[in-house]
């Protein structure tokens, strides 16, 4: 049995994910990200120092180990890349040029009872720019737009990228002169905005004792979803005017004056924008996709203004997003966005006649191999009929035969789909064929 | 502090990774092997069933469960791909096409105390091939064939591919009217040989009491390396009658008729080649590579008539073998046989004259990034003086520059090792000079 929370994919729905990731991997590389991978494992410590309910991670324990190990040793699962990241570049600030740019493809593991959508093992993509002096807003915009791209290169889906900015919010709600502990209570609420709706804001709102005139301040401000066109006109309707609001409207109109104009289209400031409460402290953005409201957040970030504190006494501001590659499987296959090949990636079945010449069915499929062909040679040597079958059963489109007369080798090409049996000069020839298949299948 | 046991590579370093791991990729997919990646964890009653030693498994545990789980239910990480994928194989027999080809490659965990060359979170780089029925030895011959050409295709070290046959060994082992006890032990010892050698074996074998001239048949034949052309006459010389060593004898002839001549240059019959007491029935392989000899195996892998007797009551012949990528890529290291590229992947710089320019750097990037060119654009706008050092600094051969005049946009590449500059008429231009570059350095 399948262990829940820990998918597993059938070879052709892997073909799927191996696809989102190879789009989105050239976007990143394109963009002068550089691959990094840290170990899944951390101290257990250096995990529960950054912030996170420590029962959602997973500890790691030797099934045999009779010593107890101290517990400041304990080792456990990541739960995301972050964490790591900050770990890896203050171990190695002297090995890498600043700024860092880097992207990442690795499992993360919670704990988590598994729900619809929720993993416990579960592929994160991120992508993150590290500063050992100040990071301009130029690269929140670069940021911005790489996961644009890369939403974008997947042409799957309509998405909206959502921004917002920490201090905008921030500067929004102490303009309201709330009680301390309120702030965050507030913004935890606000947070549940698209899945209990301003309705059930209001209740929660008024729950905590708000005044109503503060209620339906926060209810108006957190309702606005606007372009970035908009953006400065609207933002002074709420005519705040600490520091922390206006610095946050400065940052937000710099940032999104860095994107390019043609992707403005689909970003949308919202300022009910929250992302948890981590540890961002300026641009927050979100992916999500229109089409599919429940699914939430298909990917999200920031900019966090020291990545390295507790790692290292330098300051380490930086920006950085992340897309849930198992999430987005997920949904595409429940909602057969893309449904697998009925093909099969095996390009090429080469026959064989009997056991005798299977050396040279094996040559025939090296040198289509050498070309980056696909080839199977059949296991048995069985009727050639028999062999077809199989190539037709699987979705292979071509079956190779070897001809042996007085004319030396030969080779012949079928063609399944349109059951042409092309006769080839040379194993070359059969080269053409076969891509000018691909590519029409492509 | 790093964590010991579980490594960690620069940018740079991980590349070469990469590189490793695209050239096997592309053997074992042009040789019709589908990619499988199983979750990182099973059931640990699952892998203590597969007769592991517990000791070197990682169970996984929540840090705040309050509830004990039962044992049946403890999770722990793989610490192979095979048994994942018996698993696999078993939950999904109705849903792939037999015989099933499959890749895999994923990093597996053992809790051993980590030594050099070992480590507690590795890569493995697997292949196998398993049957619903009779699985004919021409997959044992093609999966030889295939690590064969995967060393060939890194092409970084000599190496020699040892075969041998499971049924071959114990069929000397059992003409020698040994204790039952003692097979085992001695399959145990002379699996050492190339750690202790033969007068380590000798000592060994004495301290179990063996009378002299079993030592001495025993040494005589695992002192065997031979030819495949040699094998057949070598192996008479044994004068072993009984089925299993026939059978086996056989089986290895069978195999290696059906591997290409041009291989077996670098094919050895090996009469020590045990590969642990591991559940391989038949044809067993390893990969060692003769100018480092205390490395001991870097593949390896055999026949095994039954996969997943423990997850279903079909009986699944299955061959299959592996490569160790993490303990290659320490090799690599230690001993310089690929050192990181001096330059960087990124093959561009794009300078910004000022911030109220940077979309129209940003745009020639993108030009450039969607032909598959690595563009980083500055992230400030100092004196262009200062871009070319920090390009320099990085070794990005190419700074592009903007140049505004009457004549409207005009764009120059700075060819950094050459220092020559060019006029480009347009950015496309630019292409084909970083691609003609590019391909001098491949």
């Known amino acids: 049995m399948p262990i829940s929370g820990f998918p597993e ?57 009779s010593d107890d190990e101290s517990s ?42 598994p729900q619809r959508g929720r993993f416990r093992e579960f592929y994160q993509f991120d992508i993150d720019t590290v500063s050992r002096e100040t990071l301009p807003l130029a690269c929140d915009a670069e940021t911005i737009s790489v996961i644009y791209k890369a939403f974008e290169a997947l042409s799957l889906f309509k998405f909206k990228l959502k921004l917002c900015n920490r201090k905008f919010l921030l500067g929004f709600y102490r303009s309201l002169e709330l009680r301390t502990e309120d702030e965050p209570r507030i913004l935890v609420i606000i947070d549940k905005i698209d899945k ?3 309705s059930g804001v209001k209740d929660e709102l008024l729950n905590l004792g708000l005044p109503q005139e503060k209620i339906d301040l926060i209810l108006a401000f957190s309702a606005k979803r606007v372009s970035v066109r908009e953006f400065p006109k609207v933002s002074k309707e709420f005519a705040v005017s600490n520091e922390l609001y206006q610095g946050g409207c400065s940052e937000l109109e710099q940032v999104t ?43 999200g970030g920031g900019r966090y203004e ?5 790692f290292s006494s330098q300051k380490l501001p930086a920006v950085g997003a992340s897309i849930g590659i ?47 062909v696909n080839c199977e040679v059949y296991f048995k040597a069985p009727r050639l009929g028999a062999q077809i079958e199989y190539a037709e059963k699987r979705g292979i489109p071509f079956v190779l035969f070897l001809k042996e007369d007085e004319g030396g080798e030969s080779y012949e090409l ?17 080269y053409a064929h076969i891509i000018a298949k691909r590519e029409m299948v492509g």
Not at 419 to 424: M, N, Q, V
Request: hydrophobic share 40%; with cysteine.
């Open 196 to 198: 209990i709706g301003a």
């Open 306 to 310: 020291d990545l390295g504190s507790r």
């Open 326 to 372: 198992t999430r987005l499987m997920a949904l595409i296959l429940e909602e057969n966005i893309l449904t697998p090949v009925t093909g099969s990636v095996i390009e090429v079945l080469v026959t064989v006649n009997n056991e005798e010449s299977r050396l040279k069915s094996n040559k025939v499929a090296d040198k289509l191999r050498s070309s980056g």
């Open 257 to 299: 004056a860095l994107i390019d104009e043609a992707l403005h289209e689909n970003i949308l400031i919202d300022f009910s924008l929250v992302r948890g409460l981590s540890y961002y402290t300026g641009s927050i953005l979100e992916v999500v996709l229109p089409d599919y409201p429940h699914f939430g957040s298909a990917g």
């Open 9 to 65: 994919w059938l070879p052709k729905v892997k073909l799927i994910e191996e696809w989102l990731i190879a789009t989105i991997t050239k976007v990143y590389q394109t963009h002068a990200f550089l691959k990094v991978e840290t170990s899944s494992v951390e101290h257990f410590s250096t995990l529960e120092a950054n912030g996170v309910e420590g029962k959602e991670i997973y500890l790691l324990k030797r099934a045999q180990s």
């Open 414 to 430: 079928k063609d399944l789909k349109s059951k042409e049996i092309i006769k080839l000069p040379d194993v070359a020839a059969g």
């Open 72 to 113: 400041n040793e304990t080792l456990a699962l990541h739960f995301d890349l972050t964490v790591p990241f900050s770990r890896y570049v203050c171990e190695n600030l002297n090995n890498l040029h600043f700024p860092f740019r880097r992207y990442s493809l690795q499992k993360v593991w919670r704990g988590e009872r």
